[in-house]
């Protein structure tokens, strides 16, 4: 990278704020995939003043800028394959207000989530989305892939808690959307076309979400099917009987004997398949009254066994099960692949029996869990990534997952978003149209193709 | 109009889904608001196929494209101001699939609301956003303008119900966004950018709609406030409890006033404010538990009554004071501005206050009532418009009435959209950089400018 930048990058984001040895450029090569291209400098930038100027001097020298939170991403979106400059956000991590009275925070877009979390949750307020990487994973980052999670089912995704975004655009000016508004029908909807456009369309420093009462109280319960498809009909029945549980996750058989093998937490390996549902609320006994509802609509579409938690020490080690999936699929392989297709919830046992049929072909184990009311399931493949033929094969079988959800009338992702990794499979899942339109987008937001190049979109 | 292109539209289209004379014109001149404008032309299809015609043949000629539904928005967004074609999309109404596996519903977009809320509801489905116009209304114009209404607070609005949309873009190709996914992160969220674009974008014909289970079970409360500070505490002591109410309704002594001396339901005449708040769900024990939790907050923050409906006779005359605004405002003056400006909810008793303030310094009747949850206010003004004096006050008073609910942190809707009458204020709403984002998003997406020309932005 030419000197003069370095300098002018200093210049802006100070001395500390710049970071160009190839030690500490490797540190910023990579995400949550197998991917990995170093950037040609990182800035650390400490204000949205800052982040615009850096922009600027891009724009003006036409240097691609790939924003990162703390790299947690699962589709290779925070990859610098074209070089350029890194903007990694993770100085900008203050909460700059709790409204009480209104039920907002304001937070810099660097902020891990669980620690926002953590801050509402002392004033009794509550941020629901959830997703795994809850304690490592930026709100920036959640915003820009509109992350979900287990509590996503009953309360929403990232981008139903955004009310105000502050972005930077490819020019370096300085964009304010939304405000403390819980219904605001002016103009086009910008909080939205920014949520989850990763990086593309403009870089995220401030967030303004809304939030929720914290819920006092929960109840948890693990229910076995010994056939999978009563598991997805129980799904139905209790969405259908007007239940919205706050968690309605599945666990197919190969994630129970994975999570059983590592725990030893005395899960059945009898069984198709597991559901977890937790109902929760401000009121014990109407919370009470849904889970015993809950359990009665699992007995009647043929569950085994239904364990409701008796007290909390019961309910974490429900939750350990669930919790521990991804620390037991390590253990079973050197590696795995995580995919988070999505398809019409009354699909779940067709695409759980062509997974199935994939990992039969391919010799190779793929253990399924995910989350059954969303109709958003994680295949995750057991491989060996020093075994070329093994890694081929798993790129034929992520390959041949995507086209069974495509084929049940479902998407590519839930929540990982596109990132580099499902750039071959957008023009199948979307068509033509839809993919022109969205890059006219691209196109009038950021003309010079600056802003995360080579990403969401094919070729 | 050139004959020669009213002769194309009958071939499109049919000759009786072509209108042309100066009678059959003045028929789609207006809307729910005093403007009026005779487009050239209105074709009446009855496929999105001839949607795609008309407007390949408008972008052709260059003529203007107004889409409009039953005529209901109030703010003007489907009065042709500069001719052209005018689409009615009244035949296009079938009901196209009830999927009560997946809980959505697919329509054409000339469908009436609540015929589609009547469908669905005999399956034991729900969609719940109510706008005031839900009987004559159509689910397209809901979308184009993202409606909300009284139970938006709980269910959230039109928006959030948008699974996929079937579009016209501006040079006649169809474009198909989303599919049966709660979650779908794959590209930008195309659903949301077409929703509340006020036909300035594509002409949506299709819509694909989530559905909930109906709730059976409601229990209505009307509350009476000596004190408006003490209504307004109550909502967010109600919110702060983790109780979200199916509504929350406020109305102010101004509109009970207007109420009580056209239906002599008996209302309170000497108090401040009144709540109206549903609860409702599947469940009897928890909704009667929610509602009397709501009455115990309601006594604590001050108020003076507590009216819980014994049965569904009381409940149904509860409802008929808050459905009776607007006949009620009727009869009091010959005619009414509505708006419904938005303010952080902390901010609606400064709102309100300042909304009275307005009322006393021009001398018209300024009736208050809206969605307190939401921080959305409908204040009515009410005036003779025969009066050339009372109408350029009412002017006046508009524009301070949007500048308030800025001043407060609000916006300057919260349902109706931005249409033509509220195109001087964005600028000040939004900010120029907004402004110019969305420009040119417009500009990318409808080049020559013949969606709806001269709708939501400053010229």
């Known amino acids: ?36 291209h170093c950037p040609d400098v990182v800035v650390l930038p400490r204000t949205t003043e800052q982040v615009s100027q850096i922009v600027k001097l891009a724009a003006q020298e036409h240097l691609p800028v790939v924003t990162r939170g703390m790299g947690s991403g699962l589709a290779a979106a925070s990859v610098p394959f074209s070089g350029g400059i890194t903007l990694s956000m993770t100085r900008m991590n203050r909460i700059l207000e709790i409204d009480e009275a209104n039920a907002t925070v304001r937070v810099e877009a660097g902020i891990v989530t669980a620690d926002l979390q953590n801050a509402v949750e002392k004033r009794g307020l509550f941020y629901p989305p959830d997703p795994s990487s809850v304690r490592h994973s930026t709100i920036g980052g959640n915003v820009a892939c509109n992350a979900g999670g287990p509590h996503c089912l009953k309360y929403g995704v990232t981008g139903d808690y955004v009310l105000g975004l502050t972005v930077v655009l490819a020019d370096g000016r300085i964009l304010r959307t939304g405000g403390k508004l819980i219904k605001d029908v002016v103009g086009y909807d910008l ?24 819920p006092t109280v929960a ?42 093998a590592a725990m030893h937490l005395g899960l059945p390996l ?35 066994q239904v364990r409701v938690a008796a007290n909390e020490a019961e309910r974490a080690n429900l939750w350990k099960a669930r919790r521990s999936v991804s620390p037991a699929l390590a ?39 995910g989350h059954a009311g969303d109709g958003n399931l994680h295949p995750n493949i057991l491989f060996d990534k020093r075994d070329p033929e093994q890694w081929q094969k798993v790129e034929q079988m992520v390959a041949e997952e995507f086209a069974l959800a495509l084929e049940l009338g479902g998407t590519l992702s839930g929540e990982h978003g596109v990132g580099a990794l499902k750039r071959p499979y957008m023009e199948k899942a979307l068509g033509p ?16 193709n600056i802003l995360n190049p080579g990403k969401v979109f094919p070729d």
Chains 1, 2 share one sequence.
């Open 331 to 369: 253990r079973k392989a050197p590696n795995k692949l995580g995919e988070d297709i999505t398809v019409p919830r009354s699909a779940i046992p067709e695409a759980i029996r062509r997974l199935k049929a994939i990992s039969a072909k391919y010799g190779l184990p793929i253990v399924i869990f």
């Open 433 to 448: 149209v839809s993919i022109h339109v969205q890059k006219s987008i691209k196109q009038a937001l950021d003309p010079l």
């Open 270 to 304: 009898d069984v198709e398949a597991t559901l977890l549902i937790e109902t929760d609320g401000t009121d014990e006994a109407s919370v009470v009254r849904e889970i015993e509802a809950v359990a009665g609509i699992c007995r009647q579409c043929g569950a085994r």
């Open 191 to 214: 909080n939205a076309l920014f949520t989850g456009s990763e990086g593309t369309l403009g870089i995220i420093t401030e967030v303004l979400l809304r939030l929720l009462a914290k």
């Open 1 to 36: 990278m030419d000197q003069n930048i370095i300098t002018q990058l200093k210049q802006i984001a100070g001395k500390d704020g710049v970071l160009h040895t190839p030690e500490d450029l490797a540190v910023y090569s990579y995400d949550g995939t197998f991917e990995e």
């Open 219 to 260: 109840r948890t319960a693990l229910v076995e099917f010994s056939a999978l498809a009563n598991a997805s009909r129980t799904v139905n029945a209790i969405l259908a009987a007007g239940i919205v549980p706050a968690t309605l996750e599945i666990m197919d058989e190969t994630a129970l004997a994975c999570i059983e």
